[in-house]
């Protein structure tokens, strides 16, 4: 039997220029005739008819030689002008002529098909798939076993990204008994034809974008195939290197199933068992440790048991005779040296680079609780270098940070070693298979609900540090542990993922009260898993070289920072972060530097503020990271950005007893503006992307950083910014008359925030002490400046039209003390500009425009202006016809506050704001409004709050014109409708309040008017059955708005209406959601207000109906209406209800009002029995008071 003409490689990812190249020896071509040589070839081959004379087979032959020797990824092989459909039409030329008999040519053909797909990075087309497709499946099964893995080559380059294209053909490879399932089958002999089947499933399991997926049952057989192979033992015999591709393979099977939609997996044994096998190939190979794992992982509070040996994993036996002890050998040459250091450090404590490297940090690696130790009482990592070394080297010449494996380099190169290059070689092979096991488990947590995954972190992220035995394996290991740079990213990339979103899990962590003894809580446990995260990614950011798994270590850190509930943990996480960070602002790489502002960002955007980063903040003597070097820059000979005395802005070398003097702005806040303003210092330091050819500054991506980091720091801490008020105003300014537009949105985000923080410093509940403030003039004098400058110009960018939102929402965060103090024109190009951006093309500016109005119509100083107000109506209520459910939104509330605007003036200025503002266009809210109430729930919830506005500004004059009264019934009739709807609660919510704001209304026809009946009903029917407490409340509230007895309607609906209310009061507990137990008390207090207030308008015919529910519910009336009138908790609440005192007073009131009725009462019973009811009420209150 003839041998294969070209062994295939090993794990080879397909249509990648990078592959083996199967070409002849002698046979390549000049690079630049590919293309042509390709045309002549396939003209040849065209010409050919099948037959099976030798001169035939010796010219396919040596056409498909010329072919495969090309090599057409090189950058001037002219490949770009060969067009895929020849390639494809080549290919199918070419499997007519070649018959199965001719099994060299059938090798050889497969060869050409994967040289050309892989090298021209060609998708077949569907003809051509089916023709070529159905050829492989036929040459397997007609052909001898030695073309078997060339076919299989071919098939899987076929089939990339075309599993759905090939539904003709998945029965005969994936169906019962499918070809691929026998190849990849464990009892299939040659693991060379079962990693090629492995192969051939993983692609057709491969989703391309935009394309449909591999449906089931197929996914879910090669799911299953690719799952039974990773759970399954090493084949005895089989060469170690030629495992881990059968490995890789199966890895990336599993995560083209994972990445290819559809996936749901619960807490079963599925996902159990596919994290148990992920878990354990992430380890695997991993220097000086084995991993014993269970079949299947069960969610669960506390880790499972795991079985770790500390011992090095045992060489396969080629490895063991060709490595010999390099220990005492001569390093000839660097790289020489590097690994026989690596080699003789194998029997040495693991741990000891990390401790030497949290040493060097003042950290405890191993301490008791996870936390790190407070860096304040000791000298900084800087101060602790021994004397009589350099900067950055040990007594060996080798970096003192670098752990175990900085000293293995997992590159190619090694294999040129003779000694030690079949280890190095599997090193690399297992590397690929632990990258692989963290992709899938990337892809993994992508899929999957993050809820589901919470029960199986205790298996991935550790919750105490290891304080003896063996330490748990998690994620954490392989970042501080794992040789391959590319590993340790891909454990940072999953341990990200798991954090990301995780805010409101973890917000059950808590350690600031005393330890439990008896148990340990899921909240304490959290707490120290968070602590121990903390402490090694500290560890990781210390001891890291690689620039690229910098970075993913630092937004790693970001990511956690984000979601962690510092206001529940012990103070002290964030300080050491704080402080080793700063150095890597300043690093050669600008990712790094861009994600080190960004965990800047981070911690400035925890919630609530800190005082710990406030108190970082202002700490003197910070100087914005000079003079500190990064671990990474001490073990560098060279000393990036060293400092320019020829420099005019040496702007972060000042020395050090110059910084932060009293008075001046914090070292953070100097550090962004200068990346932001100032030129770099070495212009040439930076092979970044992102810089503008010739640009003096930071690259793109650092300057936009730097300011997002100001603009949370003046969100979080503008007591610290304020100082800085017009610097920051002149740095937003300088960013918005630059051409990036990017730098534009960030510079007006910039003042928006300061904006924003001084308007919440001048609220009337601001804790800040008026003298502590931004005083009004200052304002003044900042805004002047800002509407001086390049915003005009921004709100007029219509190219930009993110930019002009931005701008729109910079002036509505305008203080209105000084908006009023404002030069007319300055206030003029305010309200003219906004007003116009409403009439935009722009959906996004539209409505930040009309959002901008809404708040504009409440400042004092333009809400008296009728001008203003009947201009500003007109444009919400344009914009409350858009197309946009966004502008519609945004409208809505505007109209509200709009609205509300009316209701002030309506009691602040008189008759003659009313007579003034136009009836026609009060007509217009009116009908708009009501048409907004059957719109989307975020129209609605503010299209109801106007109606009960409006209903309450209606004068008598509106009233008795004919042309208001169908608009005022169906007004009313809106709100009733939401009122009873389906609608979410803050809607219905707003509904019963804006009917008891309707209520205030004298001049309203309630209790005669047709829809009294139904209004009351809607109160009534929430008041007694929602499930909403808030909703209840409101409702009851509304109910006792109404100030005469004509307006509740004749004795039956008035009986109604206290009946209600009763069965609400004594069904005042029932509810099924215990959140709602909050709001008892409240709901409480406004019903017996309510039912007090209509005892109050009682007439003498209304008391059989209010005395025939008192003896049904009496007993559980009075233990409430005691405890409202005690003052016993009942709506204690500021602002719920009158104080008790007051509430004793009503009930005299009350029993006064019915006193009066007995000469007019006939029968005197149920007068006689309502006042012994109250009467009762009154001396149980009486004997508390006294008690």
Known sequence: MAAQTVLPGPVLPPLHADNCDPRPAGLCSDPGDSSSQFSRCYSKLRSLRP???????????????????????????????IRPEDVCALLVQASRLVQFSQEHLVSKLCQLIHHLLNRLQVIVDDQSLDSLVSYAIQALRSCNCWTHSEILQA????????????????????????????????????????????????NLCLGMPGQPYLEEPYRGVCFRTFLQMLQSPKPLGVDDIIFCTLLANALKGVQCFLNGGKVKMGPDEQLGSLLAVLKKYMFYGLPGMTLEMPAVLYPAPL?????????????PRDVQSTSKPTGNKKRKSRGRGRKAGSEGRQDEDPEEPLQEAASWAGLSPLKAGGGVEDSRNRPSWTALRPQGHPAGRDRDGAAPLYPHWKKISSSDSEFSDPEGGVQGK????????????????????????????????????????????PPSLTLL????????????????????????????????????????????????????????????????????????????VIKCLANLVSNVPYSRLRPGLLSPLWRQIKPYVRHRDVNVRVSSLTLLGAILSAQPPQSEVELLLRQPGSGGGSGVLTPQELRSTDNWRKPNPGLPHARRESPPESRDAPGEPCWLLRLCVSLVTLPRE?????????????????????????????????????????????????????????????????????????????????????????????????????WTEVLGGPLTGALQSEQHPTLQTSACDTLSSILPQAFSCLPDKSQVLCITVLLGL?????????????????????????????MFVADTANAILTSLDDRSPNVRAKAAWSLGNLTDTLIVNMESVGQDFQEEFSDLLLLKMLKSATQASNDKDRVKSNAVRALGNLLHFLQPQHLERPSFGPPLGEAVRALIGTVRGEATMKVRWNACYALGNAFRNPALPLGTAPWTSEAYSALTCVVKSCKNFKVRIKSAMALAVPASRECYGDPAQFGEV????????????????????????????????????????????????????????????????????????????????????????????????????????????????????????QKSCQELQAA
């Open 426 to 469: 599997l090193r690399l092979y297992q590397a690929r298979v632990r990258q692989g096991a963290l992709h899938c488990f990337l892809s993994l947590v992508k899929c999957v609900e993050k809820r589901v995954l919470y029960g199986y972190w205790s298996s991935f992220i550790p919750d105490a540090p290891g304080t003896g035995g």
């Open 51 to 81: 037959a099976d004379g030798e001169s035939c087979r010796t010219e396919i032959n040596l056409l498909f030689d010329q072919l495969i020797s090309d090599n057409y990824s090189h950058p001037y092989a002219g490949s770009s002008s």
């Open 682 to 782: 070495d212009p040439y330091s930076d092979s970044d992307t992102g810089t503008a050819p010739g640009s003096p500054f930071e690259p793109s991506p650092v300057r936009l950083e730097a300011l997002q980091v100001l603009a949370h720091l003046v969100k979080g801490y503008f007591s610290i910014a304020q100082a800085s008020l017009l610097e920051l105003g002149e740095v937003s300014a300088s960013c918005l008359r630059e051409a990036d537009p990017s730098i534009q949105l960030h510079g007006a985000k910039l003042l928006e925030e300061l904006g924003s923080g001084i308007i919440q410093q001048h609220k009337s509940d601001s804790p800040v002490p008026p003298d502590g403030r931004v005083p009004v003039s200052q304002v003044v004098q900042f």
């Open 1058 to 1177: 206290w009946a209600a209310l009763a069965q609400a009061l004594e069904r005042s507990e029932d509810t099924e959601d215990f959140l709602e137990y909050r709001y008892c008390a409240s709901l409480r207090a406004q019903l017996c207000r309510a039912l007090l207030h209509l005892l109050g308008l009682a007439r003498p015919e209304d008391l059989p109906g209010v005395q025939a529910s008192m003896s049904e519910r009496g007993e559980a009336m009075r233990g409430y209406l005691v405890r409202y009138h005690s003052g016993g908790g009942e709506g204690d609440e500021p602002g719920d209800c009158p104080e008790p005192r007051e509430r004793l007073q009503g009930l005299e009131e009350t029993l006064g009002h019915l006193r009066g009725l007995e000469g007019d009462c006939d029968p005197p019973g149920p007068l006689l029995r309502v006042l012994q009811f109250l009467e009762g009420i």
């Open 155 to 202: 098939l899987a380059a076929l089939v990339y990204g075309n599993g759905p294209k090939c539904q003709r053909h998945l029965p005969d490879l994936l169906g019962r008994d499918g070809i691929l399932l026998c190849y990849s089958d464990l009892g299939q002999p040659d693991v060379e034809l079962r990693r090629s089947a492995i192969h051939c499933m993983a």
């Open 303 to 315: 880790p499972q048991y795991e079985g770790t040996t500390a011992v090095k994993p045992e060489l």
């Open 477 to 552: 290991t392989i970042v501080l542990k794992d040789p391959s740079p590319k590993a340790r990213a891909g454990a940072l990339q999953v341990l990200s993922a798991l954090l990301e979103g995780s805010r409101q899990f973890l917000s059950a962590a808590e350690d600031t009260s005393e330890p439990r003894r008896a148990f340990t809580p899921l909240s304490a446990t959290l707490a120290a898993s968070l602590r121990e995260l903390h402490r090694c990614l500290l560890l990781a950011l210390l001891a890291e070289s690689s620039s690229q798994t910098l970075t993913q």
């Open 838 to 866: 409403t009439y935009s093309e722009n959906s996004l500016v539209k409505a930040a425009a009309v959002r901008a109005l809404g708040v504009y119509i409440l400042f004092p100083c333009l809400r008296e202006d009728v």
